[in-house]
């Protein structure tokens, strides 16, 4: 078959709605588009660990203690399986685990703009499981129909997972919100915090020539702009219906346009943190996953070169 | 012989309780330190499930020291002095890097495993169920240990090297673990517990010195007479640190609910 043909029936199958299999063919651009994607997701996933990390130690009753470790697991556990995913598109292309995680430190791999921020509180870190998650599965939701299968499978679980994690972020909340004035207060001074991180979360208005195509190839099937709008439509009420005041006082919903109207987020200011590492925490994160990679080769090599088998291990 | 109403009984019970309590939830945390900086994101994955396991069993004894009549659990978590711990030292040291941390699991595991095992057919019963229920998920962990353990010291260079390095500096506390304060008598006497600690050292030597043999670790011989005493409330300033730490935000407001 030539390529054009090729091309012809895989554009066929993605119009009938068909999944997408590893070893199917692909156009080039669609593989890459997906790296792109999924190895974003991925690391997002691993870097979205370490704002709460700085909590989990601080944790105030041992149910919360079990419930944040069990949460940030849940993140690292994300990434492996993403990473599996990219891992697989990547061979052809010669890329390996290593570098996928090399990437991160060298700047050649995104994460999303939440997890370069702060989190300098007990509040900060239940804002992030409540609308930080919550702002992650309006985002992954949209994402399960996409036409590549292992990516749509993993995202079955993941959103399954983050679900519970939104439950333990809004229960960390209310908490907070029906506690003492201190505790209300911190609350507040979080939700200010996040507010613009949280609208730039979902991207720019425009949709850019790879949203583009990967709408075409229904790698995604939504814009940015709907995603917020839906996150605004879920959480707006949420909010307001906890007495807290949400940092912008020109958010109204349009009903002639049947859309929010929001004060835009510096748009400029997030886009230097994602594409530049210039958020208040890039650097010193970067570093933590730097030091756990190179740093500890030692140990990765020590299990290549003298594999036992577990069975002979008790 | 169960008799919660002699006073003795309900006394090297709590005691005994306190330390396995504490053992656990300073291991879990420690553990929980890895979070996001472990050699590899599988690995990353593994400690952390270990970790809530542990900060789990610590809960159990919490609840079973509370229906004793002890502080609420979360008091005696976040809110007791340093004085106040008795864990052995050894879970209290700071990570230092992937061998010790390993090989300190391991070592701790180990005598877990004996002191659950020697519990068994405890005499106070909901003690009992309790470690039937533990020893099960312990069997992972000290497969895991075990299996990290082998490997690195079969790996040589730089792996073999740091192993060898970490249970030297390991090794002074190992006598730590088997320390029972003073209420060891009692606690055989009373049937919560089967083994003498002596009895239990003897199981634990045997079993780490089969182990070394298949990692190509050497043994280093006697242990070291204790200096301090975790059960006895002595403790390092790694312990301060650590719970100041851990008590940082329930302490901004001990009335408060979180």
Not at chain 2, 85 to 106: F, G, P
């Amino acid at each position: 078959m030539t390529e054009e043909k090729q091309y012809a029936s895989f554009m066929e199958r993605i119009r009938a709605g068909e999944k997408i299999e590893a070893t199917d063919w692909m156009p080039i651009e669609y593989r890459k588009l997906l790296i792109k994607l999924i190895h974003m997701h991925a690391v997002s996933e691993i870097m979205g660990a370490y704002p709460e990390k700085e909590w989990v130690p601080r944790a105030p009753s041992l149910r919360r203690k079990l419930a944040i470790m069990a949460k940030v697991q849940d993140e690292m556990g994300h990434g492996q399986l993403l990473l599996r995913v990219v891992e697989d598109l990547s061979a052809p292309l010669g890329r390996t685990r290593e570098e996928l995680v090399s990437d991160i430190y060298h700047g050649k791999v995104k994460f999303h703009n939440v997890f370069h921020m702060e989190a300098r509180t007990w509040a900060d870190a239940g804002v992030i499981g409540w609308l930080v998650d919550g702002a992650a599965i309006i985002n992954q939701a949209s994402l399960l129909e996409t036409s590549y299968g292992p990516y749509a499978r993993v995202l079955k679980r993941i959103c399954a997972e983050e679900s519970f994690h939104m439950q333990h972020g809004e229960n960390i909340i209310l908490a907070l919100a029906m506690g003492t004035d201190a505790q209300r207060q911190s609350l507040q001074t979080a939700l200010d915090y996040w507010w613009e991180s949280l609208l730039f979360f979902f991207g720019p208005q425009e949709v850019t020539p790879a949203a583009k195509q990967m709408m075409h190839y229904q790698i995604r099937l939504k814009t940015n702009e709907e995603l917020r709008q839906k996150f605004l439509d879920k959480y707006v009420p949420r909010i307001q219906s906890l007495g807290l005041t949400i940092p912008d006082l020109s958010l109204r919903y349009d009903d002639s346009q049947k859309k929010w109207r929001y004060q835009a987020p510096d748009w400029h200011k997030f886009s230097q943190i994602v594409t530049q590492n210039k958020g208040p925490k890039s650097e010193e994160r970067m570093l933590l996953r730097k030091k756990a990679h190179e740093d500890q080769q030692w140990v990765r090599e020590a299990m290549r070169n003298h594999n036992i088998s577990i069975s002979s291990a008790l | 012989m169960n008799n919660i109403n002699d006073l003795r009984y309900r006394e090297v019970l709590i005691e005994c309780l306190y330390q396995m309590a504490d053992d656990k939830l300073l291991l879990g945390h420690r553990d929980s330190e890895w979070l996001g900086c472990c050699p590899d994101i599988e690995g990353d994955v593994a400690f952390s499930s270990i970790a809530q396991d542990e900060v789990g069993h610590a809960t159990f004894y919490y609840q079973l020291l509370h229906q004793l009549g002890e502080d609420d659990p979360d008091r005696l978590a976040f809110g007791r002095d340093a004085s106040k711990w008795r864990n052995c030292m050894l879970v209290e040291r700071e990570n230092d890097d992937w061998t010790y941390s390993i090989t300190r699991h391991l070592f701790f595991d180990q005598f877990d495993q004996i002191r659950l095992q020697a519990m068994c057919t405890s005499s106070y019963e909901p003690l009992q169920h309790g470690v039937k229920k533990m020893i099960r998920e312990e069997y992972y962990h000290l497969l895991h240990m075990k299996t990290w353990f082998k490997q690195l010291g079969r790996a040589g260079g730089v792996a073999t090297q740091k192993l060898q390095q970490a249970i030297e500096k390991l090794w002074p506390d190992v006598n730590g673990m088997f320390s029972f304060a003073g209420i060891e008598e009692d606690l055989l006497r009373f049937e919560l517990i089967q083994l003498t600690p002596t009895e239990m050292r003897v199981k634990w030597e045997a079993e780490m010195k089969a182990l070394f043999q298949q990692a190509n670790m050497s043994w280093p011989g006697e242990f070291p007479q204790l200096k301090h005493d975790g059960r006895k409330g002595e403790h390092s300033a790694a312990l301060k640190t650590l719970l100041l730490t851990m008590g940082e935000v329930y302490q901004s407001e001990p009335s408060a609910k979180w």
